[in-house]
């Protein structure tokens, strides 16, 4: 897993602050002032209220609001404090979002911190890394923000979905940060953890509300609907004529479905030079999505066989791109950063996909820096909706990072050794093969390790109707480096794995603890149905978080048309996949 990274300054705890109070104090108030004070704000034809009956209306609703929270205090002091005499929803959001980006962009640009940390090089990259996940986070509060202008009140089951894997992201990302300053010398962790404290306890407050958003609008008497829909119908319900969603476009409709000979690819890369391009990052430019595009139309990056030697990063702006090669031990991105020689965790990635949409098919992805230099991601996905078909993606410790959002991955074959596949995302892993490596000497192999921070976050990895076996080399050393199915790198992990086969590489207890007693009574690990030698039940860990056996109806809320919504996006492009078990 990531446990690196420091940095050591009093200056960064004022810019964090800043950036705490300033943005994800808005999680609470777009999902519930929004909603609940225009139960008492006044008609546009009517006189407004005196500012005291404002003030006291805002308050009711505030604690109306906080009630469901863990961090009542933190939610109505920030929210009052925010909220002042303003009772008017859409523009108390559009104010509170506009002095957040306005103070997020000051505090990250002129921050004395940055010059202060130019000294520390682990602790200087921290601090770029975490100003990169605060974009991330601004970028998700904006389309937050989209959603709840647009608000129908009928649709609010629609609109939950979402918010709970963005506000779900917001925490994934405080958390990378705060994962990026671990094992570092002086006391920079410890610093960053208090100075993100307030924004931790705020998003975490914003979960919650969005998650007991019906019984918050009851107790306000707001008048609302919840529509009683099929697991397969939640989620962008409204469908045009041939049956698909209508967010889906005529050019994502069917297109894994379709033989690459009749694929017209927007780029072709090509080490010859029989493509536009000899390397991927030169075709990235053309990826590139102007902010004024809203069409989410595929733009498809074939590449041609070949090793590309590359650090490749797929951006925001590249949203709905298909990078297509010509198979995944064909066509090879390949690179070898690492923890070892000097770069956290985070920027170890061969490959990053940020932009939503992504679609991967056909194509290897490898971090070939070995098992000596430790923490190595081949890829990284933070890509809401993105699906990965038929890759490879090789490495050793931490080789797939399922960073945030909602991924699907079929026929996909991932290898490494100590936490190779972990992360914060919504993922389900499908007939994909799960392959345990030799590890160094001293090492045992955990082949997930999940990181869900909050119980009501929407996350977890899942493996269905997968194999996990081992490489051919760790075969002979089985015993002397034992495996595990996962371990708990977060206090509410979350892990299930069911129609699997599983091979005698891993041990009879099945799962590791993580250091002690952490997480063991909080996690949720589970196991339905899986066959082979590994999969014997006899010998489990008994913690208290284990929740084997699972029903079938449990097991079936881990399916992708629920987990995931899946049958919403994935089904549509054509991908081979099971909705259900």
Excluded at 147 to 156: F, N, P, Y
Aim: with cysteine; charged share 20%.
């Amino acid at each position: 897993m990531s446990d690196e990274n420091g940095g050591d300054d009093g200056g960064k705890k004022k810019r964090v602050t800043i950036i705490a109070v300033s943005s994800l104090v808005l999680v609470a108030m777009v999902v519930g002032v929004a909603v609940g004070v225009n139960n008492y704000s006044s008609s546009p034809n009517e006189t407004p209220a005196a500012p005291t009956t404002e003030i006291s209306s805002s308050m009711k609703s505030i604690k109306a609001i906080c009630e469901p929270t863990d961090f009542k205090e933190n939610c109505v002091e920030s929210l009052s404090s925010a909220a002042g005499n303003t009772t008017d929803p859409k523009e108390l959001v559009k104010v509170a979002f506009k002095v957040a980006i306005k103070n997020i962009k000051q505090a990250l640009n002129k921050s004395e911190v940055l010059h202060e940390l130019e000294k520390d090089n682990f602790t200087a990259q921290a601090l770029e890394d975490c100003k990169e996940l605060m974009d991330y986070a601004i970028d998700d509060l904006k389309h937050s923000f989209d959603e709840v202008s647009a608000l129908d009140m009928s649709k609010l089951d629609d609109l939950l979905v979402n918010l709970k894997i963005w506000l779900s992201a917001a925490i994934t990302y405080q958390e990378t940060c705060l994962d990026g300053f671990k094992n570092t010398t002086g006391n920079a962790a410890e610093s960053m953890r208090k100075a993100l404290k307030s924004s931790s306890e705020l998003t975490r407050n914003g979960l919650a509300i969005v998650g007991e958003i019906a019984s918050v609008l009851t107790s306000l008497q707001i008048p609302f609907s919840r529509r009683l829909l099929s697991k397969e119908q939640e989620n962008f319900p409204q469908r045009t004529e041939d049956g698909f969603p209508v967010w889906v476009s005529a050019s994502r409709r069917r297109l894994l479905a379709v033989p690459k000979s009749q694929l017209q690819p927007n780029v072709i890369v090509a080490q010859d030079g029989s493509g536009k391009y000899k390397t991927i990052n030169e075709a990235l430019k053309d990826a590139i999505r102007p902010k004024t595009d809203k069409t989410n139309t595929t733009f498809v990056i074939y590449v041609k066989a070949g090793v590309y030697k590359e650090t490749v990063h797929f951006l925001k702006s590249m949203s709905y791109v298909m990078l297509v090669g010509d198979g995944p031990l064909k066509t090879k991105i390949t690179g070898n950063r690492n923890f070892i020689d000097g770069t956290p965790t985070f920027k170890t990635a061969t490959v990053a996909v940020m932009g939503d949409g992504f679609i991967a098919k056909d194509i290897g992805f490898e971090n070939s820096a070995g098992a000596a230099k430790h923490q190595a991601v081949a890829l990284r996905v933070s890509s809401d909706m993105s699906m990965f078909q038929n890759c490879q993606i090789d490495g050793y410790q931490d080789t797939l990072y399922a960073h945030a959002h909602r991924q699907f991955y079929t026929g996909c074959t991932i290898s490494g050794t100590i936490d190779f596949i972990f992360g914060d995302a919504a993922v389900v892993f499908q007939s994909c093969k799960m392959v345990v490596r030799k590890p160094l000497d001293n090492q045992q192999n955990i082949v997930t390790a999940q990181g869900r921070k909050d119980q009501r976050e929407p996350t977890g990895i899942v493996l269905q109707d997968c194999t996990i076996t081992a490489d051919p080399l760790l075969v002979p050393f089985m015993a002397k480096n034992p495996s595990f199915l996962g371990r708990p790198w977060k206090e509410f992990s979350r892990t299930i794995i069911m129609n699997t086969q599983i091979e005698n590489v891993i041990q009879p207890e099945g799962w590791l603890p993580w250091m002690g007693d952490f997480a063991l009574n909080t996690l949720y690990y589970a196991e339905f149905n899986n066959k082979g030698p590994g999969a014997a039940l006899t010998k489990r860990v008994k913690w208290t978080g284990i929740k084997t056996p699972l029903t079938t109806q449990q097991a079936l809320e881990y399916t992708p048309s629920r987990f995931l919504q899946g049958d919403q996006w994935i089904k549509p492009t054509g991908v081979p996949y099971k909705s259900g078990l």
